[in-house]
């Protein structure tokens, strides 16, 4: 597995987590101190803002998780990926997109710069 596909992988860790001490705990594994997450509904920087903006999607979409999409392409610091919120009852998946990510020197992720390419209407 790439460095890259080990980041993404985290990421989706930190996103599907259950509770807020395993999402608190995936947040750190996956993003550096100070990290950011941004696409058109949040902007936030550090673990408590990027934790919080994970607990809210899950509230509004309960019984979903996130999956990748795809494959990760990466070159130099910077990865871009592909995804789907999927709902468990019926595979439907009503949001999707794309996020570019940039990781530290650890291999942790610096920024998230997310787009959403598929949102419900209501």
């Known amino acids: 597995?790439?460095?890259?596909?080990?980041?993404?992988?985290?990421?989706?860790?930190?996103?599907?987590?259950?509770?807020?001490?395993?999402?608190a705990a995936a947040v750190a594994a996956?993003?550096?101190?100070?990290?950011?997450?941004?696409?058109?509904?949040?902007d936030v920087r550090g673990h408590e803002g990027v934790a919080a903006v994970i607990t809210a999607a899950h509230e509004q979409f309960p019984g979903f998780e996130f999956r990748r999409t795809g494959v990760v392409e990466g070159h130099h610091d910077v990865a871009r990926f592909q995804w789907e919120l999927v709902s468990l009852a019926d595979g439907s998946a009503p949001v999707a997109g794309s996020d570019v990510i940039t990781l530290d020197g650890d291999g942790r992720i610096r920024t998230v710069t997310g787009f959403l390419d598929r949102m419900p209407t209501a």
């Open 1 to 23: 597995m790439s460095s890259y596909e080990t980041a993404v992988a985290r990421y989706f860790a930190a996103w599907n987590a259950v509770g807020a001490e395993a999402v």
């Open 30 to 42: 996956a993003w550096a101190e100070g990290g950011s997450y941004t696409d058109p509904l949040a």
